[in-house]
Structure formats: structure tokens, C-alpha cells
């Protein structure tokens, strides 16, 4: 993770390499997440219902988190730009297959091969991005490699389903597999070497959170509200489509909607969780669980849905802010390592939400996949607040990995 101030590179390539990483991040986060928007047409062209459709989000995220700690020790001593190419070629070929794939089977194996790429991209590339500036900069360097979620919620997704709309689904995925072999050709030109520091082995990855108190509380507060979130948020458009009739572009403003109020709420807690970490992971976990019972008690209408999905996007924006900062600050001399603890847990989450979000709706109706949702976000506030301070110290700015 270490960062330099006399830099070997110039500033202009060194920032220029920070925006190949977050564009980069870009394509793994709205590749994890297009079928959200998707789910409708998906089921109706391969002849499977929503819940099943779900599962392209459930084992993706399976592989993403169970896999990664394993990968990331495995590879402790491949160059980090080398492997990045590697990651993006992968991506790039899921892509493709999945738009030609001709039936479910193949389509669910292609996106379990690509989430162990996703999962290592999520260890390794913030790491990446704040080595590429001096040392005074690796904070503001992570921060933009980050924003690059907010770009793919309020860009990407819209886009995704607005294409789809258009060309159908499977162009989606192929327009995606073009974009990840630019951003391929461009960490090629741009990104300079970056051997591998802080090797860690699997041992040493799996014995953190056993020695680290803090580390494995932040893990499984993480963990349940990553579960009700997706649990809910992976059938958010069949959801506007029983309640309130919404149509394909109605959606598509959905979505920008929660895009834009996460990409507010990730600016808000920026500056917050310097000044008190604790209230801003519990005030941004709490706006979820109003989120999720407003959507289910006004949602039946177009201004309800709005009001309760801003309110969502604002309330995940901030916490998946927090969660990041809470896990770095839990463990800041094990960068990598902590990273690849805190992917297996959130993807893991994504998959198995999506899973049981599934589960519900199929069986008792898309309604109970958001009180479901609701419930484990509440549970996740219940630690947090039975917790009081070991999980959410105020992070000192020289420590802060991620700032406004």
C-alpha cells in the first residue's frame, strides 16, 4: 500500500493511472450489478422466473467473496499491474460469452468465473490507486478510485437498463465487454509496474479477524446489512413493476435516482466520518431500514417510490462509505489482506441476499424480499449500536483511507 513522496512517476501519469482505476472499477461494479436492471427481460428470454434470474447476482457474488482471500495470498508476488490485465481480460470475455451465451446454464457458469476476477479487483485496486501518487495524496487517490461505485449507480445501471430498453439485453453485455478491452488497453499504456508489497499468506489472511476483535465485528455488521440490502435491491424493478405499473424508462430513472443520492451520500460521509464514525454508520444504516419500510408502505405510488429510493441511495451511498472506513481503520498495517477479508464478506452477502431475496419473492410474493431486507438492516443497526465504540472509533486523517 505504501505510497511515496519522492514519486518516480510524473503527476499527470500517476493521477491519469488513478482514473484508469476507478475506470476500472467502473466495469467490475456495473458488471457485478447490470442484471438488477435486468432481471425482467432476462427470465422472459431464457424462461426462468425472476427469483432464478437473481441467482446471475447470487453466484457471482459467491465466487467474488469466497474466493478472493485464496487468490489475493496465491498471488502475493504477481506484478499488480500484470494481474489487473489479467483480471480486466477475463472480464472482457465474460462479457461477450454472456451476450451469445444460449441458455441459463452457461450464462450462470460465465458469471461464476468472472466474480473471482471482480473479488481480486476489489483487494487489490484501491491498494493500486494510492500507490501510483506521493504518500500525501494516497488518501485523495482512494477516494477517487472509489467514486467510481457512484459513476457506476448513477451511470452505468441507468445506462445498462436504458440500452436494454433499446437493443435488448444481451447488446448490454456485449457494449460491457467492449468497454473492459479499453480499459484493458489502457492500464497496458498508462499503468506503470507495481510489484506486489505486503505479501500475505492464506494462514495469515484467515487468522486476522481471529486476533482482531474490531476486524471481526466490523466483518459481520457488514455482512447483514449487505444481506437485507440486496436481499431487497436485486428485485427493486419487478417491485416498481407489481406496485406501480412502472415502465422500462420509469425504472431507468429509478435507478439514477438511487445513483445520484448514493453519490450524496458518499460526498456527505466523507467529511462525517472524520469527525464521528459511530454516528455516521449508524444514522446511514438506520436511513436504510426507513428506506425499505417507506418504500414498502408508500411504494405503491410513483412519488413514493422516488422519495424511498432517493432516501435509499443517500442512506447506502454513506454506509457502504463507512464500511470501507470502519474496516481500514480496524486493521490499517494489513491492507491488502483486510480488503480481501472485507470482499469475501460484503460479496458473499450480495450472493446470498440475492439468493434468499429470491427465495422470498418466488414463494410469498417481491413484497417480502424488501421486509426481509429490512429486517437484517436492522439487525445490522442492533450491533452496531450494542457495540458502542469497538467498531466505529473516529478515524484520524492520517489514517483515513477514504475521504471526502
Known sequence: MAAHDEHPHSALRSWLGVSIITASLFVFV???LMPVGLLTPVSVNLGISVGVAGLMVTLYGISAGLGVPFIVAWTRRVNRRVLLSALLAIL??????????PNFPLVLTTRLIMGFANGVFWAIGVSMAMRLVPERHASRAAAVALSGISIATVVGMPLGTFLESLAGW???FLIWSGLSVLVFLAVAAVIPSLPSENAV???????????NVRLRLVIFAVALYVLGHFGAYTFIRPFAENNSSATPAFVTALLVIYGVGGAAGNFIAGYTVTKNLRASSVVACAGLVVSLLLLLTIGHGQVGLIVSVALWG???GAMNLCQVNMTLAA???TFEAAMSLNTLGYNTSIALGALFGGLFADHFGVRSAFWFGAALIAASLLVMLGTRRKISQAVPDEALAVSG
Do not use: K, M, Q, Y
Open 314 to 316: 443517500v442512506s447506502f
Open 201 to 211: 499468506s492464506v494462514r495469515e489472511v484467515f487468522g486476522l479477524p481471529l486476533r
Open 331 to 333: 486493521a490499517p498495517d
Open 30 to 32: 456495473t458488471t457485478e
Open 170 to 172: 444481451r447488446t448490454t
Open 92 to 101: 472482457a470475455l465474460g462479457n461477450l460469452i454472456t451476450a451469445i451465451s
